[in-house]
Every structure is written in C-alpha cells, then in structure tokens.
C-alpha cells in the first residue's frame, strides 16, 4: 500500500506536542520582550567573537535539533551581536529602533503566512486601508496607488519604471529602452538609490544628471533649470527629477514647492524620495517645510525608518493608478481574475509592482498606526529633531567640536577638531557608549549622528558628546597607542 | 527650558506599563498557535462579509487605540479571511503551509529588528550560514554568493543583472541598454516574472523568446539549440537561457543536464527557476531529477513555497560571487567601510542586490533548517509529491473526471469531464471545503491542484476529489441555476 493509514503524521512539521511548544514559544516572547525592555543595560554594539562566528559555519544538518536548543544558540550568538538600533545609543546610518507592537503585530502575520500577490483576502484589505491613511497624509486623490516593497531603493525604482511607462508608453515593456537620449535630475546630495534605479532599470546611470547643492546641501533649483534648457538644447529628453525629502548625509529638504513648480512647467516626472523625512508629514511643527510634496507624481519612504515599524516596511505612493498599474500589469493563466471567490478582488497587488510573492509588511504597519495613533508617531519625530537641536546646542558649547553641516532635520554632522574623526566614531562604537556612524561633508569625514530611535533621550545625546570628547582628548594625546 | 527632565518619556513609544503589554503579547500568542493547532476546524476559504471590508475603509485616526483592542479587530476582521494556505485543503496557486517555529522565529527577528543591508553584525552571518547550506544543497562552489529577497520574481530580475553585467561589462551600468541585440531564451511554460525581468532591466520583453515544450511540457531542447542558431545567422546575440525546475502550470521539470550542455556550448548565461522545484534536492529520490542544476550559472528559488518558511523569503545563488557583487557594488560616503568596529565586515549583503533596508529573512528559515534538519523538509517535500500521485490515482479511478497533464512533481491539472471548471472551482473555494485554483492547459481550463502544504493529507485530497465530483454533478444537472 502506498499511503499508510497515519501519513498525516509522517510528514507534518506541525508539534506532536503542542502544549510543549506552547511553553517554548512564550519562552521565546518573554526573553524578547525583556531584550526590548531592557535594551539600555546592554551595549549598543560589541564585536563578535571569533568562535561565535565560527559557530556558523556549520555544514547543512540533516537532523532535528529541538526548538529550546536552537533558541539557546539564537540568545547566545545572534541577539548579543546585533547593529544595535533598538538602542537609544544607535544614531548610526538611518535605522528605526522598532516597537513591541511592531513585533507582536509580525509574530501575526508569521502565523497568517499570508501571502499579498493577490487573492481575495482581509490582509489585502488592510493593505488598502493603510495607502488610503499614506494617500491622506499626503493629500493625494483617491485614484492614487500605493504598495508595500522592501524599503526606499525599491520604491525609488518602482517610481522611475512607472515615469518610464508615462514617458515612453506601454511599449517600452515590449521593446525596451532603445536608442533613448533620456536625462533625469536629482541633487549631488541625492542618496545612491536613485542613481542605482537608472542602472537596474537599463537606462544606465549616466542618465542621471547631478545637480549642485547650496550651502543648505539643498538642490540648486536655479541650476536645474538651466541644466534642463541646456539639455534640451543639446537634444536630450528631460523627463524625471527626484527631490529628496531629507537628504542621507546632512537631512536637508529640498525646495519641494519649486522644484514641483519646474517639473510641470517641463514636463517632468516629480519624485520625491522621502525615505528620511516624508514621514514629518506627521508632526505639525515640521510638516510645512515639505510644502509641495503634495504635488509629486510620486513618493518613496519608509515605515522602518522615522515610522518604528520593524524592518522592512517601504512604500511607493503613485498619484495616477491607472499608469502605476499599467507598468507592471500582465495576464498570466496561472493568475486568472474571476468575479468571485477566490480569484476576485482585481487588480491585486502584484499588477503595481515587481513582487509576486509578498509578505505581509501592511499589518505591523497598521497596527502601529491604530496603536499610537497620529499623533503620539509625530510627537516621537519631532522629538528626535528636537534632540537633534540639542545635539547641535551641546556641540557649539564644546571647543573641540566643530559642527560640519547645518542641522536641518535629525542628522548632525559634526567633528572633532584636527582629530581622526573616524578612528573616533570607530572607538565610541567599540565602546558601546554610542553608535553614531560617518560621512564625508565637504571633502571632510564627519561623525554623523542620525537620531531616529523614539527611545533616544538627552542623556544617550550627552553619552555621545562626552564620548568624542573624551576619545579625541585621548587620541590627540596619543594614549591610545596607533 | 526647550527639554523636560522626563522627556524620555514624552516621545518614547515602548509601553508604560511592561506587564501589562507582556500579557497583552501572551494574549496575542495563544491566539496565533491556536490558530495553527486548529486551523483544520475552520474553512480553507470564506467570502469577506461588505461590511468587515467596510471596517477598513477609515480615515487616519490620530489618537491612540489600546494594543488588545486592535487585536480584537484583528482577530475578528482579518483573521478569519485570508486566502488560506496555512490549512491543509489549501492547494491553490503555490503556497507554503508556514511552521509555527517560521512564526516565533520570525517573533524574534521582528524584536531584533535588524536592518540586512550592511555592518558587521551576527544577523549577517545567519545569512551566510544559510547561504553555505545553499551552496551545499546545489553542489556550488566556495566561491559562490547568495541573498535572500522578497521570492523568485526579484531572483529571476537580480540573476537577468548579473548574466547582463556578465555579457556586456560592467560598463552597462553607467551606459545602459543600448541598441542592443540581445537575446534569450525560456520556455512556454516559464513562469511570467522570467519576461518581466526583461521589461524591468529595460531590455523589453521581445528581448526573451519563447522555446515551444514538449508533450510534458518540458522545453524542446532540440529547437532551442535550432533557435539560436538561426537567432545568431540573423545578427542577434543570444546570452542568456532560463531553465524551469517545476513549471507553474504542471510542475513539468526542463531538461537541466541538456540545457546546461547547449548554455555552455553556445556561451550562454543558464539560469534556473527553481521557484517551485530547486528544494526537491533536500528529497533523495526526487533530486535526481534535477541533475544539471549543479552547473546553473545562477539559482532562484523560494523558502516560502516548499520549504515553508512564513512569506516572504525568496534567495537567489550565484556561481560566481565577485561577478555579483560587481552587479550591484557601489561606493557611497555614509555607506563606507572601515577595518573595524560597526562600519567592517564587507562585503555587505547591499552590494549583491538592490535592497538597502533589507529584514532578517535568514533568521526565519536559519530556524526552519535547524529545528527540522534538511531530512524532515525532504520528507515533507516527497510527501506533497506521493499526495500529488494519490490524487492523479482517484482522478483516474472517476469516470466524471479528466486528467489534463501528466503529474510530474507535486501539481496536478485535471477538470469535470465537459464541466465549467471555473465554476467548479470557484464552487469549491466558497464552500470552504477546499482550494485548488485554475489555470490554461493546452486552451482548456484547468483546475489545478498544487500541493504545497506539509499539513496536507489523503482525507484532503479525498475531500477535493468528492467536492469536484459534486459540484460537476450538481451544475450539470443545473442545480446551480446558471
């Protein structure tokens, strides 16, 4: 006989014993809700030892290894060794420090195993429910699209293939982009993302053209509009600009209003990269200095970020549906629409973007939202600028600190005098005081403080600054032996 | 005073009260395992009632809502209606089943809150473990590089950038797409990301031409080798072919050894989509039929189908590391390396792929490969397989029923014999029974049967089988009042 008559049991990967992994898995809740609880007692970031790594670097097992075990190895190898950026002392890169919330909500979702290609189903709905709310914060009109992909360099992407649809037509799906003397426009400042689209898109990177920036690391807008007329002049077709809405190095805010102004006098595609900051469209105080954003064709950013939804959770906002859709759309026997059941619900999520699979990004997002609320959300982005502020005040009373770049949003650049400054960043990281990162400004590599964790506070800001203090001290005297 | 002493707590978005929320979260984990324990009790599928749609049709809500309150809403609007691959009658499309161990795993990776991108951190190194085991499933060489990315839509994209990179120079990158005449080969029964990899990389869709399949739906590799032949005579330049190991429609697996002969023969990229078959290696008596996937230039497959790890977790493996990382490297000031500290261990994940901001997939599916070991996956792998047999088995044993394509691997396309099979279909997902979906075989619709889910059993492959025989006998008798 093929099939004995217990096969259910040969081949499931279900618990024989639920009550004991019941056990295991509140065990496994409880000591990651004490690591979030009580992150400030440990150090932002150690090095990993030698032997952990090695540790895996084991050849493929063929046999079980119970769960307590597996955990056991996880709480003594992995979760010690993490970047940190659950940390208030993480303002390294650009990283989010996430919420309990966020991780309760993601537990959901692992269990739901859902997956939002397509398919009639709730999670598509919650979705929808959450453009809608992204639709409101940026004052866009009901016909616009919205979709959940791994974090800003997707959606960057994403806005360029949907330009590209609207410039060249459904027909450069078919043929490609041939003989094409397209430019596009984003400021020196502009993160590399942008200019990665052009190059995954084929359109090649020297496509991009780089527009100056002013004092403020602001795109010159004057300039852009020279380079367009001269551009044309030389017969080239402008068709895209990317603002950036908080730039990666120094946060500034492009002149949204103004480029906006440009890109419809030229007819050019306006894209704002808000990875950083779209999401200061949530606290009052700061949402009028992206006055124009609501005029964009497009908008890419980050639940991950400012957000504190767990990684990863971008999103690309499309004003015009119908032209998002019609970039990605296809007709697949395997994906038939029908009016009812299962197959309903058309246009699903996989007709507006490259993913078919797809996890689901929307719950941990909506439950963020519904939990906090507007407003508490603006509150913690605010307070990290105000931190910023503070930071900004602290340096300009240390006479060995210099400040390298104005302080626009939450990122401060700053330095200490004549010293190493990324020796310094690299010692303060080691420490486990404080993980600020670095970035060249000017020609000159700058500490570089991005406050973005809701749990920062005043006295993780004095722990940083007391911290470059005391290792360049120590460094220009020579103590620490290089 | 610009700061208050307590502003840790003004901003801070970590609950007030920990036991409360850490009950709360208990809560919230019960459900989610019972849920999985129970899930047999509850419909595959049920039709969304308008009005729980209608809940999540609400504007921006700025004031906060209590964690247990949100999980309420959940547990009764969203829950309840997702497409309903964690049961074990769900055999629509190609969906994993998920593990309760994938769900707190991924618990765990949420709390972590890791961003993938860079630095040096353990999480990356569960990444590189996972990746070892890839190799070691595949027989690739030490020199190999893997990622982990959304599913086999992106890997089949990121496998196209690097055959592309490998064809034409790293020149590309900056020049693009141009003037190309280039071209590329899959089958007719390729799953549709393969073209849509070519529209998003701006080559076009026309760039890939369809090689015509065999009575078993495998590709006709006697006319791929006469295509492009006749391809190169007409001044084209054929670079690249892709493989299918387990076709969408029939699971149909292409002949990888004599495709793998013709790539090298012809200089050719061979990439496989491995989507639906690549982890067939980890069952020793379906992975013979994969032979040749060992010289796959490239790999794309997906943990989320038959390893059953929770969406999403798509990897793409690529023979030649440095070729990869020279797809997608790029050198950024707030992105540098340094010897030491957070800023070392390149390369970083972000120079093999497009995502920056990347979660910790690998920690889900590090957990599913450790807790299972690769001999339980396989057994869960052949078991969907001997399910497949079994229900070609009863379809042939019915006089009403209809095979449509030889059963290869784990799907199964059979109809009513002159039924309306959409109906059928559409029938059986909104009694909850079970559900398959449909597709096109040779110009007739299909219901198909792909069987994914470990949990799946014989009485559900007896209940589908019943419910066919049924819903065909009730509507030709016109039952149903079409």
Known sequence: ??????????????????????????????????????????????????????????????????????????????????????????????????????????????GLNANLGGRDQMPIEVEKQVTAWVREIF????????????????????ALLVARRAFLGTDVRKKGIRDHRLCAYASRSAHGSIAQAFDLAGMGTDTLKFVPVNEKFEMDVEVLA???????????SPFFVAATAGTVDTGAIDNLEKIAEIAEAEGLWFH????????????????????????????????????????????????????????????????????????????????????????????????????????RLGQAISGTCELARYLESRILEEPELELLAPVSLNIVCFGYREGDNAEIAAGIQE????????????????????????????????ALVDAVVAFGNSLSRGENGE
Chains 1, 2 share one sequence.
């Open 1 to 110: 006989m093929l099939f004995a008559d217990n096969d259910r049991m040969e081949t499931t990967l279900d618990p024989q014993d639920w009550e004991e992994f019941r056990k295991q898995a509140h065990r496994m809740l409880d000591d990651m809700i004490g690591y979030v609880e009580h992150v400030r007692d440990r150090p932002v970031w150690q090095p990993i030892p030698e032997e952990t790594r090695a540790n895996f670097r084991e050849s493929l097992a063929q046999r079980p290894m119970s769960l307590s075990r597996v955990h056991e190895i996880f709480m003594h190898d992995v979760l010690p060794y993490t970047v940190g950026n659950v940390h208030p002392g993480f303002m390294g890169w650009v990283h989010g420090g996430g919420t309990p919330v966020g991780m309760v909500a993601e537990m959901l979702a692992a």
């Open 139 to 158: 004052g866009f009109p009901e016909t616009a699209s919205g979709l959940f992909l791994t974090g800003t360099s997707m959606a960057n992407y994403v």
């Open 226 to 236: 020279e380079m367009i007329r001269k551009d044309r002049e030389s017969g080239l």
């Open 272 to 375: 704002v990269d808000g990875a950083l900051g779209a999401l200061a469209m949530l606290a009052p105080e700061i949402a009028p200095r992206l006055n124009g954003i609501e005029l964009a064709d497009s908008i890419a950013f980050d639940f991950h970020k400012w957000g504190q939804v767990p990684y990863d959770a971008g999103f690309i906002l499309v004003r015009e549906g119908e032209l998002h859709r019609s970039t990605f759309a296809a007709h697949e026997p395997y994906l038939m629409r029908e009016g009812k059941a299962l197959a309903a619900g058309s246009p699903w999520p996989c007709d507006f973007g490259p993913d078919l699979s797809r996890g689901f990004r929307a719950l941990k997002t909506w439950f963020t939202i519904k939990v906090y609320g507007a407003e």
């Open 431 to 462: 420490s486990g005081i404080a993980a600020p990162s670095t970035t060249m400004v000017k020609d000159k590599l700058a500490i570089r403080a991005a406050i973005v964790n809701h749990r920062t506070a005043r006295e993780d800001i004095d």
